[in-house]
């Protein structure tokens, strides 16, 4: 019957299919005959026995990293997660103790993980726990190096990725880091009115000797003036007593002449009257007078003395 040939074909080719499998790149395949372990095949094309030989698992080489949480306390007292990564593989020529020894390596080296990090971390506050948190992977590489090596896993990286303290010490260390920067901004705005205190006195300072010597400036000329005008009236017979009231007094009308010009000046009161001007000569001619005669007098007094 022509069945039987395919039939035969079709067995010869499962058995054939059986006989053969591949193992990917970076993956070493683990063979079992009859429920033992046999040997372990790398990367490429290999050949079994059929229904003897089985495939009874496959690990992969490769670099692979796992993610661990860990909630803890502080020194300090304060609540805090740490996300820690932990990097590692298989080694090659322990492949048979990574696959054989270990159900779950994953959850063999959380275990180690935990164990560190609560060991480690109780013992920093929290601040030092953001600064330190390299000693704390270096602390939990060498812990599970010494433990999972013997398991046929070799630890490359470990590192603290992340560190969450609880939400209410945030908001704290904000508010606390924010009042320090106050405080430098209110040190920084002080420095600045001080010197700027500091400038504006200088520059008052400055402006008021300039004023001074502005003054002083216009009263020498007023004196020059004031002397040149004395000698123009000498000239023409009148003394200098007479001449000093004289000017007085035309100083006298000239500044009423010039507050009259004046429409927004204030209001000043000065006695005004037709006489005022004659009696305020007449007055300053006779102190004038006076004046010379006590100094006259003053001066023969002492001229007696030191005859005598």
Do not use: C, W
Request: proline share 3%; no cysteine.
């Amino acid at each position: 019957m022509p069945t039987i040939p395919i039939l035969i074909i079709l067995i010869l080719g499962g058995i054939l299919y059986a006989s053969f499998f591949t193992v990917k790149q970076q993956t070493a395949a683990i063979l079992e005959r009859f429920g033992k372990f046999n040997i372990i095949r790398p990367s490429g094309l290999h050949l079994k026995i059929p229904i003897i030989d089985k495939v009874s698992g496959r690990l992969s080489l490769k670099i692979q990293q796992l993610d661990v949480i860990i909630e803890t306390k502080t020194l300090d007292d304060v609540f805090v997660k740490l996300k820690v990564s932990v990097q590692y593989k298989v080694l090659a020529d322990k492949v048979y103790d990574a696959f054989y020894k270990l159900d779950y390596p994953h959850d063999q080296i959380t275990s180690y993980v935990f164990d560190v990090v609560r060991a480690e971390v109780p013992k920093m506050k929290l601040d030092d726990v953001f600064v330190k948190k390299d000693d704390i992977a270096l602390a939990v590489k060498a812990e599970l190096n010494d433990a999972m090596i013997n398991y046929g896993f070799d630890i490359i990286r470990t590192l603290v990725t992340d560190i969450d303290p609880d939400p209410q010490v945030k908001i704290a260390m904000n508010r606390i880091n924010a009042s320090e920067r106050e405080k430098v901004a209110a040190q920084y705005e002080g420095d600045a009115q001080r010197i700027l205190i500091v400038e504006r006195a200088k520059a008052e300072a400055e402006s008021k000797r300039l004023q001074g010597q502005g003054i002083a400036d216009q009263r020498r000329e007023i004196a020059r003036g004031l002397e040149e005008s004395v000698e123009v009236l000498n000239k023409v017979g009148i003394n200098s007593q007479e001449a000093s009231a004289l000017i007085v007094v035309t100083q006298h009308y000239d500044t009423l002449q010039s507050i009259g010009q004046q429409t927004n000046s204030n209001l000043i009161l000065l006695p005004n009257s037709p006489q005022a001007g004659s009696t305020m000569l007449n007055d300053m001619v006779a102190s004038f007078t006076a004046s010379n005669q006590i100094g006259e007098a003053m001066k023969n007094t002492k001229t007696k003395k030191l005859d005598a």
